[in-house]
T-cell receptor, first 111, second 113 residues
Framework: GEDVEQSLFLSVREGDSSVINCTYT??????LYWYKQEPGAGLQLLTY?????DMKQDQRLTVLLNKKDKHLSLRIADTQTGDSAIYFC???????????FGSGTRLQVQP | EADIYQTPRYLVIGTGKKITLECSQT?????MYWYQQDPGMELHLIHY???????EKGDLSSESTVSRIRTEHFPLTLESARPSHTSQYLC????????????FGNGTRLTVT
């Protein structure tokens, strides 16, 4: 079955870059997503990448995909205190009824 | 901008009460979902719907039930709440394609005393 793994916690200083990593098991994954959850809120879609792409950049966010190793990462440049949140990796595939989510990485940004 | 609304945001209720968590979306999405989020952050799919009059149970067994009489509305009901039902409940919707991203509401935090 599908499985998505993430590390639980990451702490960085304000202004540094953050890199949040994710691994998945299903080689038939077609899209991979990053969601952000702030305290007391639902999940907000940040960005996504199609499985035939290696990289996608969107302002401060860079997504890297290594399909061979089934590894996805989200890099946040110039991390701000407002970036403190839980970040979820998710993947989808043909025939699936819903996205498969990782367990989330809590990003703490220290001033 | 996604328009999906959940009410109430917070609910504290006694054991044995019947409750309904509301979820509505204005995007005309066919697919809707309910996730339960435990304190360890992990999301568990408990119900989903492909469209009107279509509902299926998710990956995590749940004593709750859902209905989909209208496209925009996907309420979740607990006939008799128990402390073990205390959790955050997140509703989401998406377009029909398999790879369509999910749009989430802000959630309902339920506490059963």
């Amino acid at each position: 079955g599908e499985d998505v793994e993430q590390s639980l916690f990451l702490s960085v200083r304000e202004g540094d870059s953050s890199v949040i990593n994710c691994t998945y098991t299903d080689s038939s994954s077609t899209y991979l997503y990053w969601y952000k959850q702030e305290p007391g809120a639902g999940l907000q879609l940040l960005t996504y990448i199609f499985s035939n792409m290696d990289m996608k950049q969107d302002q401060r966010l860079t997504v890297l995909l290594n399909k061979k190793d089934k590894h996805l990462s989200l890099r946040i440049a110039d991390t701000q205190t407002g970036d403190s949140a839980i970040y979820f990796c998710a993947e989808s595939g043909t025939g699936r009824r819903a996205l498969t989510f990782g367990s989330g990485t809590r990003l703490q940004v220290q001033p | 901008e996604a328009d999906i609304y959940q009410t109430p945001r917070y609910l504290v209720i006694g054991t044995g009460k019947k409750i309904t968590l509301e979820c509505s979306q204005t995007m005309g999405h066919d697919k809707m979902y309910w996730y339960q989020q435990d304190p360890g952050m992990e999301l568990h799919l408990i119900h989903y719907s492909y469209g009107v009059n279509s509902t299926e149970k998710g990956d995590l067994s749940s004593e709750s039930t859902v209905s989909r009489i209208r496209t925009e509305h996907f309420p979740l009901t607990l006939e008799s709440a128990r402390p073990s039902h205390t959790s955050q409940y997140l509703c989401a919707s998406s377009e029909s394609g398999y790879n369509s991203p999910l749009h989430f509401g802000n959630g309902t935090r339920l506490t059963v005393t």
